[in-house]
Every structure is written in structure tokens, then in C-alpha cells.
């Protein structure tokens, strides 16, 4: 097996003649426009990060290459041939095909059937599912010691957890034998086992010739599998450069133009906020859920409370009990009082929040209006007859104050990009002044800026009094933000970090299940 920190190579000399190749492609909705004059070359046996803030234009450019979009002007070529893409069939049929973080599986029908669906092997004029569950089996093997679940090809999606599906994902995108990859966020919902395989997997697709496009808000990331950076900003191409020639600091500054944001975006260490004399907000014991194993935890009033570990190890079913949405065992005080929530309704009403990290299945109804998802935890406050003018006032001071990215409080969620999205999802619950902030890896698959503007939010709430209880798959965020990093394994909190232990090394071993000098609360 390959070492997943094996640096990318360099790009060979000459390059290649692309596979694909945009020149120019321009794309707009309306008043908004997506793209302005994008270029992008994707070439054999190289891998080419396609980089930009939320909005920049890299995912509507992913579409138009995978033909799920239409360019309203530029130009496309494939083996150098002038190309019109018709639909996502055509481009699969010329061996470009795409992994998204937005998933495109059926939830009720079984792996194998969604692997295979619309180009199921066929036998004697029906489809022959034998065949269909043996080659799914043989690309599930490529997974086969990181799935945390048992996968196999009859097991129904809706029973996997979301980094299982992502799997999938790619397992269904492979089935195409495609020769033109795009992976649009595909490891947002993976944990780190399964970024490893999926990048030594990369690599080996790479040394085979295939072409791929990778997308990814996460720069290590970019340093580990990518050989050039293409950057966008404002739907337009700024610049590219070679991974092994360039540093993270010139990519950001090239995606947000450089300046003050940047520089607080890779800063290591946020102020930290919290005092140490604060009075206690939230304090559990002998507390335990599905998933979760006995634990004791006292969280202070304007104190960030981290949950680290590798994903699935209990940290999402702990937020959700808290939350009212799973039942649990032991007692929970919240500002002194003794406090069972049996949905999350009560939980609501005693100024408890929670941001999901799927924000598409749990935090948002995508095809509905902004207005009407800022106010779904609220409208109940607006009387009977509504008062939707105030409503509306409210739901704008709510945009403005996020600094949301809209046309009107009328589109719907679907349009936004992903950071825009997720403001959404946090301004809903902001709007109703939370003393408990329940974070479900709240970033996953969010640019630069957004994360920027992101972090500056949760020192605001912070310096208000608002105690945050915060999951996230990115160490750096953990090690940055929080005061106190709880480390999850298998249900347990293995360990507490905090002060000098609060470090890679700390975390990094307390995940794995390593030794470390380092206690449990």
C-alpha cells in the first residue's frame, strides 16, 4: 500500500494536451452571475485543484463540464474536438463523470442499485443483479477496512452514516470507468482513514492516466493530492499555480485577493475568550446515549467546548440528545436547572440550538424561500394573523448582519452557494438568541471567506456569553478555536485537552486510540 503522505509529484515535462478544456465559459441566473470568463485544462495523469471562496464559480463550472449545465458562452473541448455538452448521459458516454458532496444516491434502494442504476448489466432481457451485486462487491473491496459500518452490496443507503454514503459516492462514480474525474468536495464527510484511501486511490488513478479535477476547501488537503492549482474568484480565472512550487499563503491570497482576511484565516491560535471564573451553563452526569458512553462534562457560560476524534466515534448522537432529537440516560442542569428534553422543541424553547453538518437533509428546505428557512423555528412568534412584515424586517437584519449573499428574501436556498447556505442554517437559530450553540461540523465543504467570517461569529457569540458546544472533522479548527478539545473513540471521550496538550500530536494520538499523557474528564 502506498503511504498516504507521499507528496504529489510534479507534473511531467511537456504537458500533456488536455482532455478537457474551457476557455472563456461565462454562465448567469438572473442578475447573478456564476461565471464571468473561467478557463480550465484537465489533463491525463494529472491531478488539478480547482480552488475559489463560495460563489467563485468552481461548482457551476463542474457542472457545465459534466453536462448538467449549459455555458451561455466560452468555449468547451474534448480530445481537442469542439464539444456541447447535452446532460450528465452525454458526458458520461464521452468517460467524464463526477463526485459530488452533494450526494445523488436513491435513499431507499440498496447499494448495488444505486451504483448501477441507468446502466444496469443485463442478462436475457433483464437485468442481471447477480452480476450487479458481484461487481459492486468488487468496488466496495476498495474500501473494504474503513468503512465504521459494515457495507455491503444489498445494505439500503438510508441505513449507512453520511461518510459511508460519500463512499458510494465514489464507488458509483468508478462503475462508469471514467476516464475524467471531478471530485466536488468529495471528502467533506469523510474521516481521515477514508481521505487516505480515497487519496492513495487518487494517486494510483492519476499513475493510470486518468484526468482529474479536485475540489476542496481544505488545503492540506490540496498540498497532499493535487500537482497544479487553478484559481477562481468572482466567477472569473485569476491564476494557476504548481502545488510544488507555490504555499498556502499565496493560494488564499490569490482566492480572496489577499489582505487582512487571509491572514486570519491561517493565524494558528484564536483568542481565547472564555473566563476562567465564568459561572457554569452546561453541566452533564453520567450522561449516555445511543452511541455514546457514560460521560461527565461541565461547560462554562461563553466557554467553546470542542468534540474531536475521528468521525462517527459518538460526537453527532451526542449533540442530537442534547438537543431533544435522541432519548439518553443522566441528568442534565442547564444554568443551574435540571432539564430533560424529550424533543427538540423543549430544548428550543430553554434556548438550546443545533447546526447541523448535513445542512441540506437537516438544516434547510433547499427548494423553499430564505425568508421561510430563517424563520422556521419562529413563525410561531409572529401571531396569528402573521405579522410578516416584521417577519421579513427581522429576516433582514438577519442577513445583513451575516453578511448573506442574496437577491431576495424570496429565491429559494437551492441557489445560494454552500457558505451562503450555511449562514442560513446559523442565522435561523441566531435569530432566536440561543444561550446553548450546538455545532455539528458546521464548516464541512465551506470556502475561506465564509470560514473567516464564520470564526468571527463564534468570537462574537462568545464575547456575548453564548456557550458553544462544537464538532468538527478539522483539526485546525479545533486546535484554533477551542479552549478545551474533548477527544471521542468508539462512545468514549478518551481524552481532555487543554492548555500545552492542546496540539496535533494530542489529538492526533487520542483519536487513534494512541497512548497520550493526557486524562479523560
Not at 467533506?188 to 486518468?210: I, K, P
Not at 478555536?481 to 478518551?494: E, N, P, S
Request: hydrophobic share 40%; proline share 5%; with cysteine.
Amino acid at each position: 500500500m502506498a503511504n498516504p503522505s507521499t507528496p504529489p509529484r510534479s507534473p511531467a515535462a511537456p504537458l500533456r494536451e488536455p482532455v478537457v478544456s474551457v476557455r472563456g465559459v461565462a454562465k448567469r441566473y438572473g442578475a447573478v452571475r456564476a461565471l464571468e470568463s473561467a478557463d480550465l485544462d484537465i489533463r491525463a495523469g494529472e491531478v488539478v485543484a480547482l480552488l475559489g471562496a463560495n460563489g467563485s464559480g468552481k461548482s457551476t463550472l463542474g457542472r457545465i463540464i459534466t453536462g448538467i449545465t449549459k455555458p451561455d458562452a466560452g468555449n468547451l473541448t474534448i480530445d481537442g474536438q469542439s464539444a456541447h455538452l447535452t446532460s450528465p448521459a452525454h458526458a458520461r458516454r464521452l468517460g467524464i463523470t463526477a463526485i459530488y458532496q452533494e450526494l445523488s444516491l436513491v435513499p431507499d434502494m440498496s447499494v448495488a442499485e444505486n451504483v448501477w442504476l441507468g446502466h444496469e448489466p443485463m442478462r436475457l432481457g433483464g437485468i442481471d443483479r447477480r452480476a450487479m451485486r458481484e461487481n459492486t462487491a468488487e468496488l466496495l473491496a476498495n474500501f473494504a477496512d474503513v468503512f465504521s459500518v459494515p457495507v455491503t452490496p444489498d445494505t439500503v443507503v438510508d441505513d449507512l452514516p453520511p461518510s459511508e454514503r460519500q463512499l458510494v459516492e465514489v464507488v458509483k462514480a468508478l462503475a462508469w470507468r471514467p476516464r475524467v474525474l471531478v471530485l466536488d468536495e468529495a471528502t467533506a464527510s469523510l474521516d481521515s482513514r477514508q481521505v487516505d484511501r480515497l487519496f492513495e486511490l487518487v494517486r494510483n488513478w492519476r499513475d493510470q492516466g486518468m484526468a482529474l479535477a479536485f475540489v476542496s476547501h481544505r488545503m492540506e488537503e490540496i498540498f497532499r493530492v493535487a500537482d497544479r492549482a487553478a484559481v477562481l474568484r468572482n466567477g472569473a480565472s485569476v491564476g494557476e499555480k504548481l502545488i510544488s512550487e507555490t504555499t498556502e499563503r499565496e493560494l488564499v491570497d490569490l482566492m480572496t485577493g489577499g489582505g487582512e482576511l487571509a491572514a486570519m484565516v491561517l493565524q494558528e491560535r484564536h483568542e481565547d475568550t472564555a473566563a476562567a471564573t465564568a459561572p457554569v451553563l452546561l453541566e452533564l452526569e453520567a450522561f449516555s446515549c445511543a452511541g455514546v458512553e457514560p460521560l461527565n462534562l461541565t461547560v462554562h457560560k461563553g466557554e467553546l467546548v470542542g468534540l474531536g476524534g475521528l468521525q462517527g466515534q459518538g460526537q453527532r448522537q451526542l449533540l442530537l440528545a442534547l438537543f431533544g432529537a435522541a432519548t439518553h440516560k443522566g441528568s442534565v442542569t442547564l444554568d443551574g436547572h435540571a432539564v430533560l428534553f424529550r424533543n427538540p422543541r423543549q430544548a428550543q424553547r430553554a434556548g438550546v440550538a443545533y447546526v447541523p453538518g448535513d445542512r441540506n437533509r437537516e438544516g434547510l428546505l433547499p427548494i423553499r424561500p430564505i425568508l421561510e428557512n430563517l424563520q422556521l423555528p419562529g413563525w410561531r412568534d409572529y401571531g396569528t394573523p402573521l405579522r410578516l412584515r416584521q417577519a421579513r424586517t427581522d429576516a433582514n437584519a438577519a442577513v445583513q448582519d451575516l453578511a448573506i449573499k442574496i437577491d431576495s428574501l424570496d429565491e429559494p436556498v437551492a441557489n445560494l452557494s454552500g457558505g451562503n447556505a450555511q449562514k442560513v442554517v446559523i442565522g435561523k437559530w441566531l435569530m432566536r438568541e440561543p444561550r446553548l450553540l450546538l455545532l455539528d461540523d458546521p464548516t464541512k465543504g465551506v470556502d475561506v471567506n465564509a470560514k473567516a467570517e464564520f470564526y468571527r461569529l463564534l468570537h462574537r457569540l462568545q464575547e456575548q456569553g453564548t456557550t458553544i458546544l462544537f464538532h468538527s472533522s478539522d483539526d485546525s479548527e479545533l486546535l484554533g478555536l477551542c479552549q478545551r478539545v474533548l477527544v471521542m473513540q468508539d462512545g468514549h471521550v478518551r481524552a481532555e485537552l487543554t492548555g500545552d496538550t492542546l496540539d496535533k500530536q494530542h489529538l492526533v494520538a487520542a483519536s487513534m486510540g494512541a497512548g497520550v499523557a493526557v486524562s479523560a474528564p
